[in-house]
């Protein structure tokens, strides 16, 4: 026990040390608190809109869903989330260039500068932010797990512990003290999940003969729908959609987009994207698998624990510990970006409504990070789902904004009547799905919900054009790029159809169609960089 809070205790101080180093003043400038003074580069913009992206859900969530599901649930994380590096390219780099030019520090503010309107900007904020905070108590709640797995902590005291680290380097620190702590701790994540899954398959002789045991026992958890039939083909197809709307419009991942040195630096990280995914998100899923061999028969929300409970039973105290930091790593460098970002557009978008404030320093936002804090350790208390469903609902909530963004980045003339009734329409229908007062069918409830939105957005606009009727685009320069209709291919082949229950043939202990999906991204990752090559200019 003393060797395991040792590791914990030193791993908490160096993240303070971090954040104390690279901290801000504490009278620092909205722009240099919230954005690092626009001057991030390549690697340290890549580790921290990976670190951010890949949170509690990504080391909890996914294991517990491969505990659940199999590696049905690996290309929907693995190649759905790496696919969406493709809006780095169609929105990240317009964000940033309109960012620049208008000094906006803020989703919401953007908005505004597109539309001109106060209420839509506020409407945006408020969709932000209530759909944000569901997402940042499953950092807390994990963490609970994960201490209470580790050292016996009870589950309150781990969320709080954990919440009150990450409070005291944002407060002080800001987004340069952010993006360090992610980019090490992004590092550390990497690392030590691939130690858990060496440790877990050398424990049962090696991963291949580990796979041959589960395969045995569970053939369910190697092909699709998976092992609880879920991931038929109209969820993954759903899956796909809802990471490609939904990931670029959570705040902290918007935000950074502001944040970049330059386009071009925008355009390397979309590059290492989707094979980090890949890596990333094959390694807690083939835990959570591997699980069943120590941990059989867990259901619901106790696989979400899967692998702080494994590494606790099959390794030392020193490396189940530092294991278990992967966990904290990923979660506390998302909620930190998290409150840092709600807190700018609180600051930056709702105060100056009240005619008292102009959002001139950065002190406000500092408060509200702490009353974000506090609402985040509440709804984590007692968490009424799984970590995937819980995120499944508040992305669905986040993914209504997107036509509001890219038709105001590209429309010619936008009306702030078309947005505010796409996202109250998008929401309401949402709404009626969460109640089950609407069936999905065969799909998530995005599919209806983006369809909707869309729908309602264009209709008002071509109705507010009057009599032309006509909707005209500022025609970008990727939409003549021949390599981002193969992406659309590439996209359509990540339906394979053709290898739907089946096992057969393994490689190295898990099944062909996983390669097939690694084959894509890397396709995809070729094809991006021809992309960004052909470009005539950075539009």
């Known amino acids: 026990m003393i060797v395991k809070v040792s590791v914990l205790i030193a791993y908490f101080f160096i993240i303070l040390i971090i954040g104390f180093i690279a901290r801000t003043r504490l009278k620092s400038s909205p722009e240099t608190y919230f954005l690092a003074d626009r001057k991030l580069g390549t690697l340290v913009l890549l580790g921290t809109m990976v670190a951010t992206n890949f ?24 190649f759905g989330t790496g696919f969406m590096a493709l809006t780095f390219w169609i929105l990240g780099r317009k964000i940033w260039e309109v960012g620049r030019k208008t000094n906006a520090v803020t989703p919401p503010e953007l908005v ?10 506020f409407v945006f904020s408020i969709v932000m932010i209530v759909f944000t905070i569901p997402y940042l ?31 005291i380097y944002t407060l002080r620190g800001g987004l340069r003290a952010v993006a360090w702590t992610d980019l090490f701790q992004g590092v550390v994540m990497f690392f030590l999940l691939l130690a858990s899954l060496i440790l877990v398959a050398q424990h049962h002789g090696g991963f291949i003969e580990a796979n041959q045991k589960i395969l045995s026992i569970h053939p369910e958890l190697f092909s699709r729908p998976g092992a609880t039939g879920k991931y038929t083909y109209g969820i993954w197809f759903s899956f796909m959609l809802l990471w490609f709307f939904c990931d670029p419009m959570f705040p902290q991942l918007f935000q950074r987009f502001f944040s970049a040195k330059n386009q071009r630096t925008i355009a390397k990280t979309m590059l290492f994207y989707p ?13 959570g698998v591997l699980g069943h061999l120590s941990f059989p028969g867990l259901v619901g929300k106790e696989a979400d624990k899967i692998l702080p409970m494994t590494m606790t039973l099959i390794s030392g ?45 950065s002190l406000s936002g500092r408060i509200f990070v702490v009353c974000l804090s506090i609402a985040g350790l509440l709804l984590a208390y007692k968490p009424p789902a799984t970590i995937l469903q819980i995120a499944t609902q508040t992305f669905t909530g986040l993914a209504v904004l997107f036509p509001t963004v890219i038709f105001g980045l590209y429309l010619r003339k936008v009306f702030p009547l078309s947005a505010l009734l796409s996202i109250f329409c998008g929401e309401g229908i949402m709404l009626l799905f969460y109640f089950k007062l609407l069936s999905a069918g065969p799909f998530l409830p995005v599919v209806w919900v983006m369809g909707v939105t869309f729908a309602v957005y264009l209709t008002t606009h ?18 003549y790029n021949r390599y981002v209709y193969l992406m659309g291919a590439i996209f359509i082949l990540g339906m394979d159809f053709w290898a739907w229950d089946k096992v057969q043939p393994l490689i190295a202990g898990v099944p062909a169609w996983i390669g097939f999906f690694i084959f894509l991204s890397i396709a995809q990752t070729v094809g991006m960089i021809y992309m960004v090559r052909s470009a005539e200019n950075l539009d």
């Open 55 to 78: 949170s509690a859900f990504t080391v909890f969530g996914t294991s517990g869903a491969g505990y659940r599901d199999g590696y049905a649930f690996f290309p929907i994380m693995g």
């Open 112 to 121: 505004r500068k597109f539309y001109g309107s106060p209420l839509l900007s």
């Open 137 to 167: 108590a499953l950092q807390p709640m994990a963490a609970g797990y994960a201490l209470e797995a580790l050292v016996g902590l009870p589950y309150v005291y781990g969320c709080i512990l954990v919440t009150v680290i990450i409070l």
């Open 275 to 287: 094979l980090i995914c890949t890596v990333v998100f094959f390694l807690p899923i083939s835990v």
């Open 317 to 361: 105290d020193f490396m189940a510990a530092l294991v278990i930091a992967a966990g904290l790593a990923a979660l506390m460098s998302t909620m930190d970006s998290q409150l840092l970002t709600l807190s700018s557009i609180f600051t930056r978008d709702i105060l100056p409504l009240s005619g008292k404030f102009k959002g001139e320093t």
């Open 462 to 479: 071509v109705a507010l054009l009057g009599s032309s009727g006509k909707i005209v685009f500022k025609l970008p320069g990727w939409l």
